[in-house]
């Protein structure tokens, strides 16, 4: 099978196209031929062994895939084959409270994950996916589409009416806006693009705010309330952003923590989080079960995930560099092949 691996060492001068044999097929197992892949940051950060150094190599990385069923092993109902299915971001974690035995099988680290022509997964590590999806939306959903659903409605079991904070226009803030209008929620966007603010405005968003011109977002956004404060906040930016956040939030409110891309450690003020009775709350995506779920509501609502832009298998280089660059609105898809 064609595969992009991490060989020897970290960083893109070691991330290579590769062949290798095709995996045995095991009892409980299914052979996924791979039709497209999606990136999130942890993938970048996992290549430039800023995730986890410790990571044995070689490794194939990105936990996101969709593809068709092939093949089934041993104790695997035989009708499985030509199931078009997503990849579970968890291999180990089929339903109820995350645990570290559920949690340790991951896609894309520690296990080999989704960028090649095949792979070798449990039967219960794949869903379904919709079926008005292509192969490309259906790659999106694993991580940050699971991600969002898990904050906004697992968690924060948000209401029509109720107000969220999203940052950004990656992917799982995308699938968040998506998502909390779904819900009938009225959405803030913060950006530093007056482009992508526009955008979310056609994606459904109630308010925008460019954070570049206005650093002190949080209480703008607070304003926008008249005062109250929004009911939640979709943390993407970390210890950056995080007291933007606790000024934007309300007395009892919930913010989702979910990534970290202003950085992860800095000087942290507890005391609005204690007076305010806020609620903090870290977000690792969440289970098979979940995934069935969430799965419902985008078919019965015929949701579309937003893909910025498909890149072929053999430019899979140039795909992270555009993810790196930041340029995009929603996810960057890698395709093998388009049904």
Not at 160 to 168: F, I, M, P, T
Not at 191 to 204: F, H
Not at 292 to 311: C, G, K, S, W, Y
Request: one cysteine or more; charged letters at 20%; aromatic letters at 6%.
């Amino acid at each position: 099978m064609q595969a992009w691996e991490i060989r020897d060492s970290f960083g893109f001068d070691h991330f290579h196209q590769t062949e290798r044999p095709p995996a045995e097929l095991g009892p409980g197992e299914v052979r996924v031929k791979v039709r497209a892949v999606s990136l999130n940051y942890r993938d970048l950060l996992m290549i430039r062994g800023h995730y986890n150094p410790r990571q044995p190599l070689p490794l194939i990385p990105c936990s996101d895939g969709s593809g068709e069923i092939v093949e089934v092993g041993p104790g695997v109902d035989p009708a499985r084959v030509g199931e078009r299915v997503a990849s579970c971001f968890f291999q180990t974690w089929s339903g109820g409270p995350p645990s570290s035995d559920k949690v340790r099988g991951s896609l894309g680290g520690p296990l080999d994950g989704m960028l090649a022509s095949e792979r070798v997964l449990r039967a219960d590590g794949v869903v379904p996916v919709p079926e008005h999806l292509s192969d490309a939306a259906a790659a999106t959903l694993p991580c940050a589409a699971l991600t969002a659903w898990s904050a906004l409605v697992t968690q924060a079991d948000v209401k029509a009416g109720d107000v969220v904070l999203v940052q950004g226009t990656g992917g799982v803030s995308i699938f968040a806006l998506q998502f909390a209008c779904l819900l009938g929620a009225e959405v803030i966007v913060t950006s530093s693009s007056d482009v992508k603010l526009e955008r979310a405005r056609e994606l459904g968003a109630w308010q925008t705010i460019n954070y570049r011109d206005d650093p002190d977002w949080g209480k703008t956004a607070r304003r926008l309330t008249g005062g109250r404060g929004v009911d939640h906040v979709v943390e993407v930016g970390g210890s950056g952003t995080l007291m933007q956040s606790l000024r934007a939030v309300r007395i009892g409110g919930h913010i989702s923590m979910i990534g970290v891309l202003s950085g992860r450690q800095d000087k942290l003020d507890v005391v609005p989080i204690l007076m305010q009775n806020i609620r903090v709350q870290g977000v690792l995506v969440a289970s098979r079960d979940s995934f069935v779920d969430m799965n419902r509501a985008i078919t019965a609502h015929q949701l579309e995930p937003v893909v910025d832009r498909v890149f072929p298998f053999a430019e899979a280089p140039d795909a992270f560099a555009h993810l790196a660059a930041g340029k995009h609105l929603g996810k960057v898809v890698i395709e093998l092949e388009s049904t």
